[in-house]
């Protein structure tokens, strides 16, 4: 009797898997076919209505982006409030930056060029120049989504780096839609599997885009944010293996509203006495260029690339809650 109350309840949890990812992906195509033919004013109306919606169901990760505020930088943002209103502003242009890629797809090219400046592309024509391919090191700062669409829109050969949701067939249709603007998706498991491809991307001379700052597992130790953090060491091994230029590439948001892709100059290895401490060292270096940027814009990163410390109870949140006051009728309004 226990084995098949067990089938059962393995055949009805598939069951709802399969209706998730089926729902999420008709949500999805539904998404972007709307997207696609909204106005500016009214892209922004929607992202700000449902980051507002969000916001307030998916309580879990903005308390964890708020413990994470206040236990790394608790002495640059002191008042509460001050960290509360910061995630507001971080889940409001992560929203609004995930409008704007799923417009861009239906978008031309112009139109996508014309939405991203760039600075700093000299750097990239110089490294594509050496035949190695070219590394792009970012962060889940500011539109990061935005940078492959714009450089693809542009003639670049780009790939990208991605973890692939758990079912199959929704994975497909994101990689369908990277696709539509030119972007390359290697998924970054199996690792063996996405090391052969990442390589051959980079024998090809392509920009291959890892985001690297989930510091939550790795074989290195690095100092980030003033906490000692586990980093993965594929980076940097894939650097020094193939010679690919590595470069540092941002999308930030201006005070103006528009986006700002910044490659920055060649970040080199640093050297040591053995491999291992080379890519030690290199490791540490790549994260140096993560914090800077991190720290001219903490408040369009996510600040969810630490571990966990443990689960948040539904007391805690409904503790943390502020009272109604007028800055909360503003983050709805705004």
């Not at 008042?79 to 409008?99: P, Y």
């Not at 100092?223 to 999308?251: K, N, Y």
């Not at 969810?304 to 539904?314: E, H, I, Y």
């Amino acid at each position: 009797m226990k084995g098949r109350r067990s089938k059962k309840r393995s055949a009805l949890n598939r069951f709802f898997y399969r209706l998730r990812y089926g729902l999420g992906a008709y949500a999805l195509r539904v998404f972007i076919l709307v997207l696609g033919r909204l106005p500016d004013h009214m892209l922004v109306s929607a992202a700000t209505f449902w980051a507002w919606i969000t916001y307030k169901l998916l309580w879990r990760y903005r308390i964890r982006m708020e413990e994470n505020i206040a236990t790394v930088a608790g002495d640059r943002f002191p008042d509460e409030a001050q960290r509360k209103a910061m995630v507001w502003r971080i889940w409001k242009n992560f929203l609004l930056g995930l409008f704007e890629a799923g417009a861009s797809i239906d978008s031309p090219k112009e139109a996508i060029i014309a939405k991203v400046r760039v600075e700093g592309e000299q750097h990239l024509r110089d490294a594509l120049a050496q035949r190695k391919g070219v590394l792009a090191l970012s962060a889940h700062l500011g539109n990061f989504a935005m940078i492959g669409a714009r450089l693809a829109a542009a003639g670049y050969p780009f790939s990208v780096v991605v973890k692939h949701p758990g079912d199959e067939q929704f994975a497909q249709l994101i990689t369908q839609y990277r696709a539509q603007v030119g972007i390359d998706t290697i998924s970054a498991k199996p690792r063996r599997e996405a090391a052969r491809r990442i390589l051959q991307a980079l024998r090809e001379n392509r920009i291959v885009l890892v985001v690297a700052d989930e510091f939550k597992s790795g074989e290195i130790t690095v100092e980030f944010m003033g906490q000692t953090l586990p980093a993965p060491r594929g980076p940097a091994t894939l650097a020094l293996r193939t010679g690919a230029v590595t470069l540092p590439m941002f999308a930030t948001r201006q005070p103006d509203d528009s986006i700002v892709l910044a490659i920055g100059r060649p970040i080199e290895a640093v050297h040591r006495e053995s491999l291992e401490e080379t890519i030690t060292a290199t490791t540490a270096h790549y994260t140096r260029h993560l914090e800077d940027a991190i720290h001219r814009y903490p408040d369009q990163w996510s600040w969810l690339g630490f571990p966990r410390k443990g689960r948040v109870t539904r007391a805690e949140m409904f503790n943390s809650r502020p009272s109604r006051t007028a800055a909360d009728v503003t983050h709805r309004a705004s």
